[in-house]
């Protein structure tokens, strides 16, 4: 493929896409530094690390309407999530003051609404409104709890502010009307009377006759990528989509995730009862037992929200080299963690005796297998502890997924990233956390889930994520196939110091257990040359889709301990997380063309200068 031009969007042209090019070492660099060069020309950015532009347009109107000069806003989903980001901005810098923080729960005016269908998509926005300088304070809440709105929500309600139809909850004034349940009715074009959500609005006269589509909520709603929503919703279900398609798709979602659905399903069709037979290796999942959340990272946050409300405000356990935010959320709310960086059997025997010594922890956090270097905890001695001594497992299965590896048996709670490889398309986000119904904390944990549990999904992700993961099997398997060709490729070359993939790794008897009676070894790799300036010739070389995520359905490829730990290498390294690290993760390319792009990547690697 030609390489994306530095800032564009991964894949190009994608509105909405979770990836953005960084095509040369020095690109990645100057994004940590942040350099003008770089920068100025980024069009998008990794999501919960860059806030999408729609969500940026959306938070300046705001602004403009509720706010003062110098101050600026976050946009969260609902109350709850814009009250949990003032908590723990008032925690982490005790000196703000109640008055410098205003909170707006921006909702649907239904005086001026007659579409049914549009309040069933709970199109309401809750703003949080600050000075300034204290914007970086909110940026970790949004990167850390992944709360946020996501673009495709901040783009439709967008349109939904501008029009007078999402307005301040304190505004609204009750009418006999809508006291009543009635909704204001008005005449429209055929098209718009059955609801949908592209095209479901429709206007009360006195706010004129314009039908807000969701595209019409930027500027840019003219270019042909800013229509990929309603495009598709039009070509696939016809022009007007019934909402009610959007519960029987988050449905057939979760029961992908149980691994009691494995391919298409009919979205118009009354679904079949809850089922609960299912490949996960846990007798009695249900797809009631799977929660949605609007991102990977979000699933992480409200189980660790879920139990610290469960068990008490006790320290966790992060085990293993974790993807970084996983760490920062264990360390900035609640009580803190213990940190065991390496994920080693040594590891587990100081945590052993520390537990034999008295000490009591709230959950033990691990991904299966790590990110970047790919080692595998010990799950079977984990789970022996964790039944001992009481404390929950909680395992992220994103990189291993359940087609490779059996890991609920293992856990409490099973958390996933959906925008990876269930999804593969690399155009929506979403999460998932199930709760294991034979684990010792279940029932506590499922009264929590079903008396709190928010559904902040929202239905054009949905939409999309659905139709992504129809054939993630498939892709799947396929992947697995070539990423082991990749590892034969970099592991036969003499400049290549160590490739780092479960197959190979010391920790491959602990991948080995959880492994699946078909199942591979994951699509995701990492080596290191054996000096920087062989990595960087590499890297500038390959002719593959560079930039941050992993689980595409093409070949991407990352200098991931630089984006991830720019400011902590000297850390990093302490754990055995190399600098110069090269990550890959692999695509559905053909065999013979991945094959040929990294052999002319390693032979510029051969011509580098130390």
């Given at each position: ?20 090019s ?36 959306f ?6 309407r509720y ?17 949990r ?16 923080i ?28 600050f ?11 949004w ?5 946020g ?8 309600c ?21 006291m ?10 055929r098209r ?8 479901g ?31 598709f ?67 992480i ?17 992060s ?45 033990l956090f ?15 001695r ?7 001594y ?8 994103t ?7 059996h ?42 889930a ?6 902040n ?32 490729i ?20 602990f ?42 359905n ?17 850390w990093?390294?302490?754990f ?15 065999m ?14 051969e011509?580098?200068?130390?």
């Amino acid at each position: 493929m030609s390489i994306i031009e530095l800032g564009e969007s991964v894949p190009a042209l994608t509105p909405h896409a979770s990836s953005v090019s960084l095509p040369t070492w020095a690109d990645n660099v100057g994004y940590e530094e942040g350099q003008a060069r770089v920068l100025s020309k980024m069009t998008t950015g990794y999501p919960r690390f860059f806030i999408h532009k729609a969500i940026v347009a959306f938070a300046e109107d705001v602004v403009q309407r509720y706010g003062t000069g110098g101050q600026a806003a976050m946009l969260f989903p609902s109350f709850r999530t814009s009250r949990r980001c003032v908590n723990f901005m008032h925690s982490r810098d005790p000196s703000i003051s109640p008055n410098q923080i205003q909170l707006v729960d921006l909702v649907l005016d239904k005086n001026k609404v007659v579409s049914e269908s549009l309040a069933k998509i709970s199109p309401s926005v809750s703003a949080v409104i600050f000075p300034k300088d204290l914007f970086s304070v909110a940026k970790q809440y949004w990167q850390h709890s992944g709360d946020g709105v996501s673009s495709r929500r901040a783009e439709f309600c967008h349109g939904l502010f501008r029009e007078g139809i999402l307005i301040d909850e304190k505004t609204l004034q009750p009418t006999k009307d809508n006291m009543n349940g009635i909704q204001k009715s008005c005449k429209g074009p055929r098209r718009y009377q059955k609801g949908s959500i592209d095209q479901g609005i429709q206007i009360a006269p006195e706010c004129g006759t314009k039908a807000v589509a969701a595209q019409q909520s930027t500027p840019d709603n003219d270019i042909p990528e800013a229509r990929e929503s309603s495009q598709f919703l039009e070509e696939r279900f016809g022009r007007n989509l019934d909402v009610s398609f959007v519960e029987n798709a988050k449905l057939a979602i979760r029961r992908r995730i149980a691994g009691s659905l494995m391919g298409e399903t009919d979205l118009a069709a009354t679904p079949s009862l809850n089922v609960t037979s299912n490949t996960r290796g846990v007798v009695g999942l249900s797809d009631d037992d799977v929660y949605l959340h609007p991102c990977g990272m979000n699933a992480i946050f409200i189980a660790h929200q879920m139990l610290l409300e469960a068990r008490g405000h006790l320290k966790s356990i992060s085990f293993g080299f974790p993807y970084v935010d996983t760490l920062k959320i264990l360390e900035k709310f609640g009580p803190g963690c213990l940190f065991y960086g390496n994920g080693s059997s040594e590891d587990l025997d100081d945590l052993e005796a520390r537990l034999k010594a008295g000490e009591k922890f709230l959950a033990l956090f691990c991904e299966f297998p790590g990110n970047p270097m790919l080692k595998s905890p010990d799950l079977t001695r984990i789970r022996g502890l964790a039944d001992t001594y009481g404390f929950a497992v909680v395992v992220d299965e994103t990189i291993g997924n359940f087609i490779n590896v059996h890991v609920l048996p293992y856990a409490d709670i099973v958390v996933s990233s959906l925008t990876k490889i269930f999804s593969g398309e690399c155009n929506v986000m979403g999460g998932s956390a199930i709760l294991n119904p034979r684990g010792p904390h279940y029932h506590s944990l499922k009264k929590i889930a079903e008396a709190e549990h928010e559904d902040n999904y929202w239905a054009e992700d949905v939409i999309f994520m659905e139709r992504n993961s129809r054939h993630f099997v498939s892709r799947i398997e396929r992947i697995n196939e070539n990423a082991e060709l990749i590892c034969s490729i970099l592991g036969a070359h003499p400049l290549v110091k160590t490739v780092y993939y479960p197959k190979y790794n010391p920790s491959r008897e602990f991948y080995d257990a959880c492994r699946t009676p078909n199942g591979g070894y994951g699509g995701l790799l990492s080596f290191e040359f054996e000096n920087r300036g062989q990595a960087i010739a590499f890297f500038d070389r390959i002719e593959t889709a560079k930039g941050p995520s992993l689980g595409t359905n093409f070949t991407l490829v990352s200098p991931y301990v630089i984006l991830a730990h720019f400011l902590e290498l000297d850390w990093a390294a302490q754990f055995g997380v190399p600098a110069d690290l090269i990550r890959i993760s692999v695509g559905l390319e053909g065999m013979d063309h991945l094959k040929a792009i990294f052999q002319d990547a390693l032979k510029a690697a051969e011509g580098a200068v130390s």
